[in-house]
């Protein structure tokens, strides 16, 4: 009854079924098993202190950012250099821009620093000016955007000064050195508070803090893929269709199994005739005749 499994067709469903079927419980454990380890990153945040609040690192020690040094208060030394502005960046939902200075230091590498907030477009708000001299930054370390973060405005046609995305590919290209593939963004303490001339005390810096008094902090974002975002749900997600996929090709192996043994079973008893009958013959005279 089951010999029609030996014939060619059937192995080539069998061999479809044996392959697929591992395939799916493979893919599914997989997906599974990247929201299992979400969730205990979830778990082991929560149980930290937040990023802000431990203490500052030197910025080499912190690199490169991950979802664990991501948000951690960062320090570098040295001068600052170009300025870039980036609109089309928001703030409590009012329009304005970024104020991205790079700072140049001791290495030769250039550590951008969001030094704050305006409102307004570029060009169009006065913008204050940056410490002269040495000085010594600490602010909340950050990844390199891309074009899938949050916020991102304009990327691209924009004038000379500004920059569409906060990133070391597309600030390298617009400086003559290298850039860390990292920013900072200068905290709520004040953009002048965190920034103080080396070997100086926080006093000496009182000139830039009342120039920066316009620029307004812009806050630390949390990482990409460190807790239960809509990604690891989405993960979930796939791990259900995976296992359905699975259970789908079963169901149809039997359904598909369970009808040619059916159909052959039909055939054994007579019920269909192994082939039809021939129609008869017609002589060709006749046919040419039309008789």
């Known amino acids: 009854m089951y010999r029609f499994l030996l014939t060619p067709r059937w192995w080539g469903i069998n061999l479809f079924v044996v392959l697929a079927i591992p395939f799916c419980v493979f893919m ?14 979830h778990e082991a945040a929560e149980k930290q202190p937040a990023p802000g609040a431990r203490a500052a690192k030197p910025l080499d020690e912190l690199l490169p950012v991950d979802t664990e040094t991501s948000g951690r208060p960062a320090t570098a030394t040295g001068r600052y250099a170009d300025r870039f502005l980036v609109p089309g960046r928001e703030l409590d939902d009012r329009k304005g821009f970024y104020v991205l200075d790079m ?26 000016p940056a410490p002269s001299g040495r000085v010594t930054v600490t602010g909340d370390l950050q990844a390199s955007e891309n074009a899938g973060t949050a916020g991102i405005g304009a990327t691209g046609g924009l004038p000379d000064g500004q920059v569409g995305m906060i990133s070391a590919a597309s600030l390298v290209n617009l400086v003559p050195y290298q850039v860390y593939d990292a920013w ?4 709520s303490s004040g953009a002048g508070g965190s920034e103080k001339a080396a070997g100086a005390s926080g006093d000496a810096g009182g000139a830039a803090r009342s120039e920066a008094t316009a620029l307004r902090p812009v806050p630390a974002t949390a990482p990409e893929g460190g807790g239960l975002d809509l990604k690891a749900f ?24 369970r009808r040619e043994a059916e159909a052959a079973r039909d055939v054994r008893l007579g019920l269909i005739p192994d082939a039809e009958p021939a129609s008869p013959s017609v002589p060709a005279a006749e046919v040419r005749s039309g008789t």
């Open 184 to 187: 900072v963004t200068l905290p």
């Open 234 to 257: 989405q993960n979930l997600g796939y791990t259900g269709e995976w296992f359905v996929f699975a259970g789908f090709v079963v169901f149809m192996w039997f359904r598909l199994l």
């Open 103 to 128: 700072l140049r230091t001791d290495s030769g590498k250039a550590l951008p620093v969001v030094r704050g907030w305006l409102p307004g477009k570029p060009g169009q708000t006065r913008v204050p």
């Open 28 to 41: 599914g454990t997989w997906q599974l098993g990247r929201f299992e380890d979400r969730v205990h990153t």
